[in-house]
């Protein structure tokens, strides 16, 4: 069964931006979505951002100008641009399908804090 591994999470300023990655160990060409997930601590795992297909973007209003969410097939990626961070951004962050859900990776930690 594929396998999602992300990686990019770290600690951050405020104001300051990350880049998360999500590597699938097989093909996700076939799945309509892919998202990013994140849990802060003691707060139920929320979906924050969706890509539809290729292009089709959706995302959580608390993150909605500031994170862009993109796909790469070639490398069965998803990635997750954060602009603009602030801690109450701060919480692990994971990839997977709305659509079709795979086993949740371990996910990255994103703490930002000054």
């Known amino acids: 069964q594929v396998q999602l591994v992300e990686s990019g999470g770290g600690l951050v300023q405020p104001g300051g931006s990350l880049r998360l990655s999500c590597a699938a160990s097989?093909?996700?060409?076939?799945?309509?979505?892919m998202g990013w997930y994140r849990q802060a601590p003691g707060k139920q795992r929320e979906l924050v951002a969706r890509?539809?297909?290729?292009?089709?973007?959706n995302y959580a209003d608390s993150v909605k100008g500031r994170f862009t969410i993109s796909r790469e097939y070639a490398k069965n990626s998803v990635y997750l641009q954060m602009n603009s961070l602030k801690p109450e951004d701060t919480a692990v962050y994971y990839c997977?399908?709305?659509?079709?859900?795979?086993?949740w990776g371990q996910g990255a930690q994103v703490t930002v804090s000054s």
């Open positions: 997977n399908s709305p659509s079709s859900p795979l086993p």
């Open positions: 097989g093909s996700i060409s076939r799945i309509y979505s």
């Open positions: 890509i539809i297909s290729s292009s089709g973007t």
